[in-house]
């Protein structure tokens, strides 16, 4: 089946400090990909919709200069979270689509802990 | 808006023992209804779905039923395994945004050989 990856898979980094997160779809082209963040013990919340060469679309509630997104090839998509405080820390997951298909393929997630 | 609710974990069980996750949902139109299982340092994989109501998913032995009349799709399998061990999410969308997907908080389950 189609795989995504996440790098890193786990990143503790200073308040203040900007990090970034890589989503890749290995095997097949993403026309668009998620960023979901889940908090523990709760549901996965989406964040916003990339689609390749366009800019991402934000769910009601998330910051877009706070969450940066780039989806700049078909195969790639980062999520920069610019300037991170602890109340950043979480589990950032990410999926893929490829094109005319519904199901959508995940990675295994990105903890975050800003300290 | 829609939401999600399934029972919290962690649910605990022997080999063999039958399985039932609750899972209710809340949604404003007729929604498509999903199980994801998400394995230990993996991405979450999709288990099985269903799309209009008395249908019925299945796949390794898992079964869920859409029931319209009680906002439910609970999972069901008859004999675990070790290797079902694993968290698994309910979670649905609705037709008008299918890419779209509400998810439930999950819940962790544990197989004791």
């Known amino acids: 089946g189609a795989v995504v990856s996440q790098h890193p898979s786990w990143v503790i980094c200073k308040s203040g400090t900007s990090v970034k997160i890589e989503c890749r779809s290995l095997d097949f082209q993403a026309t668009t990909m998620f960023w979901y963040r889940q908090f523990p013990k709760q549901s996965l919340m989406l964040m916003a919709t990339s689609n390749e060469g366009s800019k991402a679309t934000y769910e009601q509630g998330v910051e877009k200069d706070k969450f940066l997104i780039n989806h700049a090839s078909l195969t790639l998509s980062t999520l920069t979270v610019t300037s991170a405080h602890p109340e950043d820390s979480s589990f950032y997951i990410c999926?893929?689509?490829?094109?005319?298909?519904?199901?959508?393929?995940f990675g295994p997630g990105t903890r975050l802990l800003v300290l | 808006g829609d939401s999600v609710t399934q029972m919290e974990g962690p649910v605990t069980l022997s080999e063999e023992a039958f399985l039932t996750i609750n899972c209710t949902y809340t949604?404003?139109?007729?929604?498509?209804l999903f199980w994801y299982v998400q394995y230990p340092g993996e991405g979450l994989q999709l288990l099985l779905k269903?799309?209009?109501?008395?249908d019925k998913g299945s796949n390794k032995g898992f079964e869920a039923t859409y029931r319209k009349e009680t906002t439910s799709f609970h999972l069901e399998k008859g004999s675990v395994q070790v290797s079902d061990s694993a968290v698994y999410f309910c979670?649905?969308?609705?037709?008008?945004?299918?890419?779209?997907?509400?998810f439930g908080s999950g819940t962790r389950l544990s197989i004791r050989p």
């Open positions: 999926s893929a689509i490829a094109g005319g298909v519904e199901t959508q393929y």
């Open positions: 949604a404003t139109g007729y929604p498509s």
């Open positions: 269903a799309t209009k109501a008395d």
């Open positions: 979670a649905l969308s609705e037709p008008s945004s299918a890419s779209k997907i509400i």
